[in-house]
C-alpha cells in the first residue's frame, strides 16, 4: 500500500496562502524548462491546480509575453457557475501624467469549468535577468 499521507490533499486557503512569504527553494516546470516556480507555487500545484501553474508557464515563450518581464496574473472564479478568468497584465508598469497606473493587457482567458476554491488570486510571474535565464512564477506574498 502507498504512504496515504504523501496523497492528501490540503486545501488552498486566504490563510495556507498567507503562509508563504519569500521563497528558499524553487522548481523547474516540468514541460517549460525555462520556467521556475516558488514554495507557494508549488503547494498550489500539489493540492489541486497545477493547470493554474501550467497555464502561466506554458505561455510564457510566446511572442506576447516572451518580452514580458513582469507580469501580473489574477484568476478569478465565479463560485456558484464554477466559471472563471484567467488575465495576465504588465502589473500597471505604465501610469498616465496624474501617477495612475495603466494596466496593458497581455492575454485573457475563460475558463469554462474550475474546481479553484478561492473567488480570485494573484500571481506574478517575473524575469529572472537576462531574457536567456527564463522565468519565475510566485505568489504577491513571495515578491
Given at each position: 500500500?502507498?504512504?496515504?499521507?504523501?496523497?492528501?490533499?490540503?486545501?488552498?486557503?486566504?490563510?495556507?496562502?498567507?503562509?508563504?512569504?519569500?521563497?528558499?527553494?524553487?522548481?523547474?516546470?516540468?514541460?517549460?524548462?525555462?520556467?521556475?516556480?516558488?514554495?507557494?507555487c508549488?503547494?498550489?500545484?500539489?493540492?489541486?491546480?497545477?493547470?493554474?501553474?501550467?497555464?502561466?508557464?506554458?505561455?510564457?515563450?510566446?511572442?506576447?509575453?516572451?518580452?514580458?518581464?513582469?507580469?501580473?496574473?489574477?484568476?478569478?472564479?465565479?463560485?456558484?457557475?464554477?466559471?472563471?478568468?484567467?488575465?495576465?497584465t504588465?502589473?500597471?508598469?505604465?501610469?498616465?501624467?496624474?501617477?495612475?497606473?495603466?494596466?496593458?493587457?497581455?492575454l485573457?482567458?475563460?475558463?469554462?469549468?474550475?474546481?479553484f476554491?478561492?473567488?480570485?488570486?494573484?500571481?506574478?510571474?517575473?524575469?529572472?535577468?537576462?531574457?536567456?535565464?527564463?522565468?519565475?512564477?510566485?505568489?504577491?506574498?513571495?515578491?
Amino acid at each position: 500500500m502507498g504512504n496515504v499521507a504523501a496523497s492528501r490533499k490540503i486545501e488552498i486557503t486566504e490563510q495556507a496562502l498567507a503562509m508563504f512569504t519569500g521563497s528558499e527553494s524553487f522548481y523547474r516546470h516540468s514541460l517549460a524548462r525555462n520556467v521556475i516556480y516558488t514554495e507557494g507555487c508549488k503547494f498550489i500545484s500539489e493540492n489541486g491546480a497545477a493547470w493554474l501553474i501550467d497555464e502561466i508557464a506554458l505561455v510564457q515563450n510566446t511572442k506576447g509575453l516572451l518580452s514580458q518581464e513582469f507580469q501580473s496574473w489574477e484568476l478569478t472564479v465565479d463560485l456558484e457557475s464554477r466559471s472563471g478568468k484567467l488575465l495576465a497584465t504588465d502589473g500597471g508598469a505604465m501610469e498616465t501624467a496624474h501617477g495612475v497606473a495603466v494596466y496593458w493587457e497581455l492575454l485573457r482567458k475563460e475558463i469554462p469549468y474550475t474546481d479553484f476554491p478561492l473567488a480570485s488570486i494573484e500571481l506574478y510571474c517575473c524575469a529572472n535577468g537576462e531574457p536567456q535565464n527564463g522565468k519565475t512564477i510566485m505568489l504577491v506574498s513571495e515578491y
